[in-house]
Each structure stands twice: as C-alpha cells, then as structure tokens.
C-alpha cells in the first residue's frame, strides 16, 4: 500500500458521473458510524424514504435505496418483476437500453427490444404499434439516456403501456434530482435512480420505488427471486418501521450522505434546482456554440444534464479529455459504442450545474482546442 | 427532512458489525470524489487488490471488492459458480449458512445442507462421510458464524473438499482481517468479506477472491450469469487494469475508505493485528467471567472478534442493550433464530478489539446487571 489517497484532489467532475458532491456530504459521509438497528438510524432511513418519495413524486411507500450503484437498481427492478419466460418489451436508444436487455435476458424473460437511432428519443408511436401487436409483462425505457444525451418522453409511452396491462420500468439514474420525475402522473411502476448523477452523492446507492402493482406481481410470483440481496420482499422488511426485520448491514455512511443530499435539494427547493440545471445548461450550449462546437441532440430532446458534444473533425478527442483532466483539473467523459470517438459528454449534473463550471471548462476547452 | 444527521455521535460498536471505524478511514471517506476511469483511481483500484491479496493470503488475480454488503459477497459467489441443478453442500450451524443454502436454492441448485447445533461447530468427519456418498459442484461453509461465535474448521473441510473436484466456497465476513485467512493453503475457490467487520470500514463493499479452478468454472458456463450486477467476468473487465472496461460506477469513495483500512491493517502487521484481537478476546472473557457471565463456545471453538455471551436467568436481555446504548454509548448485539432472548453476541472486531473499550463494556454492565 500507499500513501496514494493523499493525491486525490478536487477534479471537476463535468462526465457522466460521478459528478461534484456537496461540501455537506462529504461531512454527512464521515460522521460516526452507528449500528443498523440503532433508533436513530431508523429515523434516518424514514426520512431518507420519505424524501426520495418527494423527489420521485410518488406515494409509493417502497421507496428506498438498494445498497449498491445505480446498476444495481436496475437489477433489483428486473429480478424482482420478472419471472422466466416473461414477455419483455426494451425500448432501445443507447448503451443503458441495451443494458436493460441484457439484464432481463438473463433472468430468463423473452426479451423483445424496439430500437431508435443513438441521439434520437423513442417514437411513442412505434412503440404504440408493438403493444398492439403482443402483450408484454413489463415494458422498460430509460428517461435520460445518459451515452446520448437523449430525454426519452416517458409520459407519453406511459400513456401508451398502462391501458395494456404491462408494468412499466423507467430508468431514471441520470435524470432524477435535476429535472422532473413524476412517477406516479406518467404511471412507472418502477423506477430506480443512483446516488452519483443528479443527487450529489458518491456512488454507492441506487434509490428505488416500486408501485402497488408492482408489488401485486412481487406476491404472485411463482418462483422465488433469484436474487436474495436485492428481495424487495426482504428488503422492505428491513426498511418498515414497524417491522424492522435484519437483512443486510445497510452501508450507513452513504445513506447519512443520501439524508444530506436529499436536505440539499429540498432545502434549494426541487423547482430551483430543475430551473438551475435548465439554465446552465442553456449557457452551456451557448458558450460552445461560441467556439464552434455542436450538440449531438436536436434541441427539443435534449437533457439539461447530459449534453453529448461533437469532436470537431480532426480533433484528437482522447487527447483533449486526457489534457483537460492533467492541466485543468476537469473531467468530461467520452461517447460510447457506436458514439466512440465522436462526441464527448459534458455532465451538468446536480452540484455540478453551476455558471462558474461551465465557465472554467469553456475556457479550458478554449485553450486546448 | 430534518437535520437528525447532527444527533449522530460516536457510538463504541460492539456488536456484531459494524464496528469502530478507524479514524483515518472517516477522513479517507471524504476525500473530494474523482471519476471512476480517472488514472490515479485506477491506481488506488490496483492497490486495493493487492491488499486484499496480502490479507486473504492468495496468489489469485481475481481479487477485487463488490460494489455491495458482505451479503452482496455471498450472492456474488454463489450467483457466478452455480447453474441450475447443480449439487451443493452447504454446511450449516447458524444463521449465515441457512442464509447460503436460501441464495443457493433462489439459484435453482439442487441443495443439500449438513447441519449441526447452533453453538458447535461442523465437523468434519460428518462432512467426509456426505462427500462420500454424493458428487458436489461446490461445498459452502462459514469461517466465522457471527449469530454464533464458532470458527469452523476450514482448513479440515477444504481437505476434504479439494480430492473430490467440488468448488470450495468459504464466508469469512467476520473472520478477514481479524485472524488468519489463509485461502490458498486452505484449498478455498471463492471467498468473501465485508468492510464493516474486522477491516473496520462502514458497511458497503464485499471483498472477493476466486481462484483460477472457480474462473474455469465461470468460463464453461452453460448459462450466463443471472446478474448482470455481480457478473465477475465483467467485474473482472473494469478491474484489470490493462483492460478498464466500463462496467458499472465504482463506489468511490467507499473505495478510499477500504484502500485506507488496508494500509492501517497492513501497518500494525497482520500477526500484530491477529494477536490483538486473541488479547482482547481473552481479556473480555476473563472480565465477564469475574461479572459471573458464561461464554456459549466451548473454549477450542470460540472466535476472538464474535463473543456470545449467555444471558442470566431473569435478565431482561433487550432492556439491557437497550440502557447500555442509552446510557453508556455503546452497542451489543442480540442473538439471532433459536439463540435469539438467550445471548449477547458481544464484537471485538477490528478497530473495536481494544483493551480500553473491553474494560468499559465491562463497567457498563456492571453498572446494568
């Protein structure tokens, strides 16, 4: 071992995540560990729930974090609904859809996907078409496509699934925490989110709620969920209050800087903090423009928080994230799959969405050019 | 939300995990967050492994930590060794091996369990007489059964585990870090851990060793995965460093803290930190033995960081849990299924294995009893 963690300094994180954490949670993050059965850390998982239940817009009470990353809220929300041999309807337009697919193929579900053009949201009308034709279990659709950039329209595909029957998953990992999430007015029956995005936090945990009929389905399984660490059944005895049943050592410090995050953006105010990320990002767009760089997204799909930039031709894109993270102290990410070496993607995700970051980057990217 | 996070005071952990956190570990926990492809995380990543190598006493490569709890761990092994309808064994004396014959039957293994009473521990003649009988894919035991306070007798069962060509999968939640874990003497394939027990990190990351007959395994799988989340070929893509494959978003910061631990651990020595912990646990025997309290283990099989401690006739157990943490600031744990009303399962783990902390358990309950 060695003395490395004395190198670890502030790096501005404008990637896809993890994106800048709030002075306050990183003090929320090293308070004293206490046990996972104390009262008062009972009280703070009440009011962690109660929060994300506010910010998911839902009055689902089996809203709480997974105790892991962002993917696995995705697998808890998969292995939890899905029995072998479901019918499954992806709805496909970058690398997280794909994950999707990937997922619930494991477990055994038939997976269909309807596939859209990385940069380009889902028609809702083709996805109207496809549940014409078949009856699925679960449709699932990630809201912001974090490879692209993309704001899939989520109410509207709810609008469409809920008449059939179909559960419907929403991804919400990037989105959650920097623009609107309604769960309950677009109808998701599970939605899952991180802690890295939007929220502030380190990565971690991976917020999550599940409907009345989602939990209908839970009951009727016929088989057990593979997946003992991520039994919503479990895991929701754990998280009642008036239950209280021993599953897993929840990972208290992460949740104490959730509680924290979560006091952040209440404490701002959700409207404030969706019209900042609206606001920056518009200032974003216009200082690039400025320089001659181009957005990936057509105007009206574009998210706040997840701007996918063209590399100019001829410019060496690694080398310019690489220069931006040794010389400035900024880190941007890179596209992925067929978006590799394309576009780079600018996050603007919670802490992160301030004019004075977008100012330092631009000035860095002015100089590196 | 409310601002309860400040009602958060040092607690003395002695219970059943989590414990005392280093101090050096609070202060790793928030160091400012980086990216999770950022070379000097890639660096800090490379120096957990090898740490972990040194405290698990493995050559193998595949030596990372789950981005979840010490059950995360559990999942991870069974999830990636086992296919449906495979043999298991699952050695059982306690909560944590039922816990493993539940992940393995969720799994669609063909499940046998050899069981022995809680307080015992395995033995291995019994063991060698059911290995006789029937072909196993993988044999499973816990080192260190926490609901109890019984060393198993691993190097004995990997004996006779190894001749027969089964997987050999040993839980050493609670033993890691506090006294020997010798994996590759002892003929273990999988092995896993938790960072809130005698590694002394809050709870949130599964230490996880696989040797290469259980990667040969994994690479001739008939089926996939079923969890994307835990898929150690994948894991394996993001934590090599020549490859860096993006799999999920480390928990970074929990990362610090695990890398932090480690090089506390590995400074004091690993004999140094071994022999303390039989000290403390021999101290804390002593004690309690003047206080007229009886240990449930016989002497041979009892471990020195998990102490379960028998309840007097006429004690109310919980109120005394109950006072010892109002009162006293400090946490015992309950015990758990048949022994639950009946002990006191008392930790010494890590950070918590202290002399001072041992003499002030003892005056609290001098003062309660």
């Known amino acids: 071992m060695s003395n490395r963690l004395d190198k670890v300094h502030e790096v501005l994180l404008m990637g896809p995540g993890p994106s800048c954490v709030y002075p306050e949670v990183y003090r929320a993050l090293a308070r004293p ?13 009440d009011e962690v729930k109660s929060g994300l239940r506010t910010l998911m817009q839902t009055a689902n009470t089996a809203t709480l974090p997974m105790s892991g990353t962002g993917s696995a809220g995705m697998e808890a929300g998969f292995a939890n609904l899905l029995e072998a041999g479901d019918a499954v309807l992806v709805l496909v337009n970058g690398v997280f859809g794909k ?10 579900a038939r997976v269909d996907t309807l596939e859209f053009d990385w940069g380009t949201p889902v028609a809702v009308e083709a996805v109207a078409e496809k549940l014409a034709d078949k009856r699925y279990t679960l449709v699932a659709v990630v809201h912001a496509e974090t490879s ?5 329209p989520v109410a509207g595909i709810g609008a469409q699934v809920n008449p059939t029957g179909a559960l419907y ?13 309604c769960m309950d007015d677009w109808g998701v029956d599970l939605l899952y989110s991180g802690s890295q995005k939007c929220l502030s936090c380190p990565p971690g945990l991976a917020p999550l709620s599940a409907s009345e009929r989602a939990l209908a389905k839970l009951k009727a399984r016929q088989t057990r969920v593979p997946n003992w660490y991520l039994d919503l059944s479990l895991l929701l005895s754990y998280w009642d209050g008036a239950r209280r049943a021993y599953h897993h050592t929840a990972p208290i410090n992460m949740i104490y800087a959730l509680h924290q995050a979560l006091q952040c953006l209440l404490d701002e105010g959700l409207e404030q903090v969706f ?20 957005m990936l997204v057509a105007a009206e799909y574009r998210l706040p928080m997840l701007n996918a930039v063209k590399v100019p031709l001829g410019v060496d894109e690694a080398g310019v994230r690489a ?15 067929p978006l590799a070496g394309k576009i780079w993607r600018i996050g603007l995700m919670g802490h992160t969405a301030r004019e004075h970051n977008v100012h330092r980057l631009v000035e860095a990217l002015h100089a590196e050019l």
């Open 169 to 181: 998953l929403v991804d919400a990992v990037t989105s959650l925490g920097g623009m609107p999430v």
């Open 275 to 294: 019209e900042r990320h609206r606001r920056v990002h518009r200032l974003l767009v216009a200082e690039l423009g400025k320089l001659g760089l181009e």
């Open 323 to 337: 220069r931006l993270l040794a010389r400035h102290r900024i880190e941007i990410g890179a596209g992925l799959g």
């Open 33 to 45: 560990t206490i046990g996972h059965l104390d009262p008062l850390f009972i009280d703070i998982m």
């Open 148 to 152: 692209t950039g993309v704001c899939n």
């Open 99 to 108: 994950r999707m697919a990937d997922v619930a193929g494991r477990l055994q």
